[in-house]
């Protein structure tokens, strides 16, 4: 079975091709990244318009690459939510469009579904069940996942999102968007505990995070500067800070393993791409004998590939999931364990 995805949720384009005996067969992207970066964030309605130029030329080469033809496609899956609403709105219609033209069954699939399952693309993926931290621009997640839509939440941010915290700390350091990649390299260069920032809910009992506190720390720091911050400074704050975010991160996620009694971890999302919290993770994991799953580092943000192959999961756990119903719709909100096995 040969499975089209289609991601519009924000500001990627992305378009791949899934087969269910050969795997990923071609998968192509457009980032934003460069258009938005002067505004310093995403642009909702630049973002909408340049799906809407990009998604057809991305769908010729993925279908060249592929060598594949319209006819050797199954199925067609597109991000229903959640998202940016133009944005969502510009993929479900290119999906729904070519569905029509084609004669071919679509259905809508949940943008975190896609990054929770994109570790499962890997070559040596995880088996269920296991224990997922998701963490990515708009959201921060501990699940226990047990299959395909079996997912149970075990906490969350009640604030900020871990990619935020990036991207708004960085912005106070004067990185450009996003700042997650530009604050993490520069941590690099910095010296450990020159600065000491707070670990908030470190120790609380729960699963839950808060960043907010965090990013008004860097604020605070940055004020308090007298002079004009020197880059030494600037690294210095920019390693207390990764510091801060990943010691979080990781002491809540072997909580939830040792909780759970699960012994696999996977981490989801575009954080996930974070060097020190692959270090960090990684050692904790070794010293207790847990194993962590990463997806592959092109396919921790956002892209096609994932939505293509959480389309075909979902198709194969349910033949129906993909219907001739073109009446779209798009779910800008959309909690992840509101989803059902089929
Ligand atoms: P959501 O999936 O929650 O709707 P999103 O799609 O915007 O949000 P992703 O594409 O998964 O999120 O990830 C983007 C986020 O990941 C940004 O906040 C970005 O700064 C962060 N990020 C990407 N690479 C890194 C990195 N190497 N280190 C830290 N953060 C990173
Ligand atoms: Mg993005
Ligand atoms: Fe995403």
Redesign the pocket.
């Known amino acids: 079975m040969i499975v089209l995805g289609v991601e519009s949720?924000?500001?990627?384009t992305g378009l791949a091709l899934y087969d269910t005996e050969r795997g990923l067969l071609a998968h192509a992207l457009h980032s934003q990244i460069a258009m938005h970066q002067e505004y310093g964030g995403v642009v909702p309605e630049l973002a909408s318009r340049d799906h809407i130029r990009r998604a057809i030329p991305l769908l010729k080469e993925t279908l060249k690459q592929a060598e594949v033809s319209s006819a050797d496609i199954d199925a067609i899956a597109f991000t229903q939510g959640?998202?940016l609403a133009g944005a969502l709105l510009v993929g479900a219609s290119v999906a729904c469009g070519l569905g029509l033209a084609w004669d071919k069954p679509v259905l809508g699939v949940h943008?975190?579904e896609g990054?929770l399952l994109s570790p499962l693309l890997a070559s040596e993926p995880p088996e269920f069940p296991f224990i997922a931290l998701?963490?990515?621009?708009?959201?921060t997640q501990l699940m226990r996942v047990d299959g395909v839509g079996r997912y149970e939440l075990l906490g969350e941010t009640l604030d900020d999102?871990?990619?935020?915290a990036?991207?708004k700390s960085?912005k106070l350091l004067g990185l450009g968007y996003?700042?997650?990649?530009a604050?993490?390299r520069l941590a690099e260069f910095g010296d450990p505990g020159v600065y000491k920032l707070p670990r908030p809910m470190l120790h609380s009992k729960n699963f839950d995070f808060s960043f907010s506190g965090l990013k008004t720390a860097v604020l605070t720091v940055v004020k308090q500067q007298t002079t004009n911050i020197c880059e030494q400074d600037k690294a210095n704050i920019a390693r207390a800070f990764v510091d801060a975010i990943v010691e979080v991160l990781v002491a809540k996620c072997m909580n939830a393993l040792k909780h759970s009694g699960l012994k696999r971890l996977v981490i989801a999302?575009?954080?996930?791409?974070?060097?020190q919290?692959r270090e960090a993770l990684n050692a904790a994991a070794a010293k207790r004998r847990y194993r962590v799953f990463y997806p592959e580092l092109e396919f921790?943000?956002?892209n096609g590939a994932m939505i293509a192959f959480a389309g075909a999961m979902r198709l194969q756990q349910n033949h129906e999931a993909a219907q001739k119903n073109y009446a779209f719709g798009v779910r800008p909100r959309w909690p992840l364990d509101e989803l059902r096995p089929d």
Request: aromatic letters at 2%; one cysteine or more.
């Open positions: 949720s924000c500001d990627e959640p998202g943008h975190l990054h998701l963490v990515s621009g708009g959201h999102a871990a990619g935020e990036f991207d960085a996003p700042g997650g990649p604050i993490s999302g575009g954080v996930g791409a974070n060097k919290l921790c943000t956002d």
